[in-house]
């Protein structure tokens, strides 16, 4: 099928748009695992400045003092405003937390890392819109296909604030962990409507190349072994969804330890977690023998797209597995802390998208999406 010249647009950008979050969150564990965080003390400027000093001299004496103020004078305008809201408990801890009253020392490096993380995160800003735009065409084909871009942009503005809240906050733990479950929001947005648009032709329903088209006999046997697929890959998608939840708290424990250890000592680090490094390690077993059981089931459909994201799933998995060894059992690398994030943001991202790949469609009943049988397809189901 030979896709219009507005949908091949609206996939380049979607796909750009994502691939960029996904360097996005690789940057971001860089910044964090070189303690780059507090690189540049404001927000959305660094030292006030659109391009931040190399050398301490372009600093005024008592620039710890100045940003220190500021900070808390920014904090001080959000907590009351959450506590209007009905937020007190949020409110209190970001009025009591001790680290954002502590003001880091210029380190060039540092700021600089950090404020090549935000150009990164300025220019997403750029393709989200842009990616609302070209999505237009859809307002008469495929209406949910721009509204899915347009929230994509809205969320992406939301979270560059919730980024400015976590520098205000000074890293504050509960504003990381929502930092990054709005990213995986907005990455499974941005992934749903850019299938949508692979799937779809006429206005929303979406009109595809599915099993029904190519063999007779196979969609009910596959839509209903389907169905039960689906609602089993949500099971396995909510259980990634609360391990990479669960790894942000123990990378927030792992912060607290550093820092109460003056971040020397780094391979005592990991024995002194407690309990929710036990459960994150029993969990990660859980959820490779949800993968296993649920990728065998999916790949015994032989649909040839299926195979390929249960065979990526496995692989990322499995290079998620080594890491997080390697960082429980080898005194926590730093190099190893942006890669265990990646692959596990990696690894929401296609198990979404084989999700998406067993999605309904609107007059299409239940049969999966994207299904092209293999040759052997018809060996499967004689
Ligand atoms: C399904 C597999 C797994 C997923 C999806 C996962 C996910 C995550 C995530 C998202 C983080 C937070 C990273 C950050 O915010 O920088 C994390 C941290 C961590 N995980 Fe895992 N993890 C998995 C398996 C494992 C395993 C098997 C181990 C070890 C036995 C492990 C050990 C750790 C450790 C030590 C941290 C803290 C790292 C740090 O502070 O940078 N993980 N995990």
């Not at 190399?54 to 008592?62: C, G, H, K, V, W």
């Not at 620039?63 to 949020?90: D, E, H, I, M, P």
Request: glycine content about 8%.
């Amino acid at each position: 099928m030979q896709q219009p010249q507005f949908a091949k647009r609206f996939i380049f950008w979607s796909v750009l748009t994502v691939s960029s979050i996904y360097l996005l969150i690789l940057v971001g564990g860089i910044v964090r695992a070189t303690g780059s965080g507090m690189g540049c003390p404001d927000w959305p400027k660094c030292f006030g400045q659109w391009v931040p000093p190399t050398e301490i001299s372009q600093l005024p004496a008592d620039y710890k003092q100045v940003y220190l103020t500021q900070r808390v004078a920014k904090n001080q305008k959000l907590a009351r405003t959450l506590a209007s809201l009905g937020f007190r408990q949020v409110a209190g801890e970001i009025f009591a937390h001790p680290t954002q009253y502590v003001e880091t020392d210029f380190n060039a490096t540092k700021t600089w890392i950090e404020y090549l993380n935000r150009l990164l995160g300025a220019l997403i800003g750029i393709f989200v819109f842009v990616n609302a735009v070209v999505a237009l065409p859809y307002w008469r084909r495929d209406r949910p296909v721009l509204w899915l871009a347009i929230v994509g942009w809205l969320l992406t503005g939301v979270q560059g604030w919730l980024g400015s809240l976590v520098v205000s906050t000074n890293l504050l733990p509960i504003m990381v962990t929502i930092h990054m479950g709005l990213a995986l929001f907005i990455v499974a947005i941005l992934l749903y409507a850019v299938q949508r648009a692979r799937w779809g032709r006429a206005s929303g329903e979406a009109a595809i190349v599915h099993l029904a088209e190519a063999n007779s006999t196979a969609p009910l046997e596959t839509a209903s072994a389907g169905a039960g697929l689906r609602w089993a890959l949500w099971g396995v998608l909510l259980l990634t969804f609360a391990q990479i939840i669960m790894g942000t708290q123990v990378r927030e424990e792992i912060d607290r330890i550093a820092s109460a250890a003056a971040y020397g000592q780094r391979d005592t680090w990991v024995a002194a977690l407690g309990s929710i490094f036990e459960s994150h390690r029993t969990l990660a077993a859980i959820v490779v023998l949800a993968n296993v059981v649920v990728g065998y089931r999916l790949w015994q459909l032989a649909i040839p797209r299926l195979r390929r994201l249960v065979m990526a799933t496995w692989v990322v998995l499995a290079l998620e597995m080594v890491a997080g060894i390697t960082l429980a059992y080898w005194a926590l690398p730093a190099f190893m802390q942006p890669i265990h994030l990646t692959l596990a943001t990696l690894l929401f991202g296609t198990q979404f998208l084989t999700l998406l790949a067993l999605w309904p469609k609107k007059g299409v009943g239940n049969v999966p999406a994207v299904a092209q049988p293999l040759p052997q397809a018809h060996s499967y189901y004689a």
